[in-house]
């Protein structure tokens, strides 16, 4: 039996794990002591009890009232490891035990039997925090859904999920809190058009000023809801203008003069959703690193705004510090120069969108695909990447979330040409690593190595397949290359 020690190198390893035969790596939980009495849940909804595991899988345990435990197993070769919070321990089988221990004070310990003797085998670690959410929020979100102005009224396509379903998805993902519905709603509509509520209201905020609320870039706002020209996101269309508080508009005035009324309710709209958001998205599983080593988002999300608005979603771009009379625009080159330049570090206004695969950035690129690596710490999940395929209005689309607030180093820019059925043959690639402080590992333990680089792992996920990015008449309001198509044999038939 071939078995990792303290000393032994990465290089090593890998090297081993080259050839080694894949095996169903299988766990069950144990739990040895409950000190609380807490309630327990995994996000799956399955039992506590139930096996699980599987290549490069996470699960999340959730203790009421007390904090996360994500359950990795980042590959499934022998011998391979388990890693809780971080705090990674050898399994020489292809099935174990995990025995815990909750005693109620943020932490935990476990060991796994059968075991290795290559460290003690009691392991400690740290709970991830529960998300706070605000009941004045919940309250607020309540009154936009009696107004209809949550979720989306209009989704096209195949009818969208029903209020029974998203509270049932609720109780699956964010039992501990007393509003897991509205926290699933808020989710759901992100993954409808609505999003473009979201994201308007956040990119075109004069953030740099000392005020409350931020003053807005409106000129800017109204012309992006007044541009958008597809499918039913006109704004002639009642169910698109809804969802920004207005009534159909005939001209570019009409969206002005509306959105002076309604913009400071809607600013607020945006603000609490997207802090429901933030906490949904610190709830929900997380996914391994090695299941998807790079994460790819196809830019920009909102097909009318140019790559002269890419800079706006940045809070370090200069113009955030007014004066409110300088409109929020910027050349992409202007930024590359500047503020995102290689070795900046850039903070996001809004929720980025990616995908695990660089065909779907492909499938959504308006010019501009941004590249995400993991940070060099000692993580085998995104802690930061919210994987919400689960609560979308579309099974099919593949979705990993970056909350707002969230930080990276850039680390290239260059330009690539990309397939040749795609738009926008040559295309900007901007690469970036997510920044992280440090690990949450907790420093009282003596650990095996930390997790090795992610380029010499063997089980490296490839693209999923081009005709497989989103349900048929499903766009959750992003236009894609199939509207492109369908637009262009349309015009072919005349």
């Known amino acids: 039996m071939w078995v990792l020690g303290p000393q032994s190198s990465w290089t090593n390893a890998t090297k081993f794990l080259s050839f080694a035969v894949q095996q169903h790596m299988n766990w069950v939980l144990v739990i040895i002591d409950n000190g609380a009495d ?88 740290t709970l991830k925090p529960l998300p706070e959410v605000s009941g004045v929020d919940v309250s607020f979100f309540d009154k936009m859904m009696d107004l209809h102005y949550v979720p989306y009224q209009g989704v096209p396509g195949a009818p969208g999920r029903d209020v029974e379903e998203i509270k049932a998805l609720g109780l699956r993902h964010f039992p501990f809190s007393p509003h897991s519905f509205q926290l699933a709603m808020a989710v759901y509509d992100w993954t409808t058009a609505s999003f473009a509520r979201m994201v308007l209201m956040k990119i075109f905020e004069y953030t740099s000023i000392s005020a409350t609320p931020y003053p807005l870039d409106s000129p800017n706002i ?198 040749e059925d795609e738009r926008n043959k040559s295309v900007q690639f901007l690469t970036l690593k997510l920044h992280a402080p440090g690990s949450v590992r907790d420093d009282r333990t003596t650990q095996p190595p930390s997790r090795p680089p992610l380029n010499n792992i063997p089980a490296r996920r490839s693209s999923g397949p081009k005709f497989n990015h989103h349900l048929t008449n499903k766009t959750g309001g992003r236009r894609c290359h199939c509207v492109d198509d369908a637009e262009r044999m349309k015009g072919q038939d005349k």
């Open 38 to 125: 807490a309630k327990l849940w995994f996000s799956d909804g399955q039992p506590i009890g139930a096996i699980r595991g599987g290549c490069e899988s996470s699960h999340r345990l959730i203790i009421d009232k007390q904090g996360f435990i994500d359950i990795t197993v980042p590959y499934s070769v022998l011998p391979s490891i388990v890693d809780l919070n971080n705090t990674v321990a050898i399994c020489p089988e292809d099935s174990v035990n995990i025995n815990l221990t909750i005693p109620g004070d943020g932490s935990f310990s476990f060991s796994i039997t059968p075991s290795t003797s290559v460290h003690r085998s009691v392991l400690t670690g």
């Open 222 to 419: 109204a012309t992006a809801i007044w541009k958008s020209n597809w499918g039913s996101y006109v704004p002639g269309n009642k169910a698109y203008m809804n969802s920004f508080m207005m009534k159909p508009a005939s001209t570019l005035q009409d969206v002005q003069d509306q959105l002076r009324d309604v913009k400071a309710l809607l600013q607020k709209f945006s603000a609490v959703q997207n802090r429901l958001l933030s906490a949904a998205f610190a709830a929900m599983p997380r996914t391994s690193v090695f299941y998807a080593p790079q994460l790819f988002s196809g830019q920009l999300d909102i097909s009318q705004l140019s790559l002269d608005y890419f800079g706006m979603e940045m809070l370090e771009c200069p113009l955030n510090a007014g004066p409110t009379s300088e409109s929020l625009v910027v050349s992409l080159e202007a930024a590359m120069a500047t503020f995102v330049k290689v070795g900046s570090t850039i903070t996001t206004k809004m929720v980025w969108s990616f995908a695990d695969s660089i065909d779907i950035a492909k499938h959504y690129q308006n010019g501009l695909i941004v590249v995400v690596n993991p940070p060099d710490n000692d993580s085998w999940v995104w802690d930061a990447a919210s994987y919400i395929t689960p609560l979308s209005d579309d099974s099919e689309k593949n979705e990993y979330t970056f909350a707002p607030g969230t930080s990276f180093v850039v680390e290239s820019l260059d330009v690539r040409d990309i397939d």
